[in-house]
């Protein structure tokens, strides 16, 4: 999907296709760094243009001329790419001023993936520990199955994004 335009009419019709039969799928949402660039409203046109399911397991790190990298929710770590075409991929902590935000999106992503999940489920109400392991089992069941639709971004024109995506 487009950053900037969000979910286009040809999209659409792929969407339905899909649906048709019966294709699991993953969300790229593209030119982070373009100006006008709006993740969330990108997220929220998957939902009423297409009717999905999005689970967001990657935030980005900015958008627009401030797009910095990728805040991968699985690892909770930020991803920064060095490089005209991003070929220095460089793992950071958090900063602070994502942090909170990282988090709460992070447990949202962990509740999308446990409502597919009746042993998670369990686990999540008798509040154990669920660990990254059973939550990428669970997510890629349940993105098989067509219940959810993981949302990734990134900038594709400058790689930034690409290898992580292709790498999930």
């Known amino acids: 999907f487009d950053a900037v335009a969000g979910v286009e009419p040809q999209a659409e019709t792929v969407w339905r296709q899909a649906n048709t039969y019966g294709v699991p799928r993953l ?41 910095g990298g990728i805040i991968d929710l699985m690892t909770m770590d930020l991803i920064t790419y060095e490089g005209e075409m991003g070929n220095t991929i460089s793992r950071h902590p958090i900063p602070e001023a994502y942090r909170e935000q990282a988090e709460t999106r992070r447990q949202e992503m962990i509740e999308k993936v446990v409502e ?52 999930r």
């Open 27 to 67: 969300c790229f949402v593209n030119k982070m760094d373009r100006t006008g660039a709006n993740f969330q409203r990108c997220v929220d046109m998957i939902i009423e243009r297409v009717n999905g399911n999005p689970c967001v397991i990657q935030m980005p790190y900015g958008e627009g001329a401030d797009f």
């Open 116 to 167: 597919n999940d009746d042993f998670l489920t369990e686990k999540y109400l008798m509040e154990e520990a669920i660990n990254d392991a059973e939550i990428l089992s669970a997510m890629r069941a349940a993105t098989l199955a067509g219940k959810i639709q993981p949302v990734l971004c990134g900038s594709s024109l400058k790689n930034k994004g690409v290898q992580t995506m292709l790498d």
